[in-house]
């Protein structure tokens, strides 16, 4: 069973950054694509950034500009930078992968909370 270790969430000031880690039970190389999805309360799992292992990233449109997902395929890792972060960006962070099977995975979440 794949399980994932998530890190970095926390509490942080508007403006201010914070960097979550994704690091998966068996190798990054199982995966076709990982990435970050987050939830809003009362709203639906929305995808964030994700990237390939050919290197191709994807952002929301929300994340353009402020945040960078990257893979460290040496400690087996990935990572999002999230910069300049506001209210709006408040949610639980779930870590996800596809691989080549198209069978998904899902971490258990972290929260990120934007506020004074």
């Known amino acids: 069973q794949v399980q994932f270790v998530e890190s970095g969430g926390g509490l942080v000031q508007p403006g201010g950054s914070l960097r979550l880690s994704c690091a998966p039970s068996v190798s990054i190389f199982t995966f076709f694509t990982m990435g970050w999805y987050r939830q809003r309360p009362g709203t639906r799992r929305e995808l964030v950034a994700s990237?390939?292992?050919?290197?191709?990233?994807d952002y929301a449109d929300s994340a353009k500009g402020r945040f960078i997902i990257s893979g460290d395929m040496h400690k087996n890792i990935i990572h999002l930078q999230m910069n300049n972060l506001k209210a709006e960006d408040s949610a639980i962070y779930y870590c996800h992968a596809k691989d080549r099977s198209w069978s998904e995975y899902w971490g258990q979440g972290t929260q990120v909370t934007v506020s004074l």
């Open positions: 990237i390939t292992f050919g290197g191709e990233t």
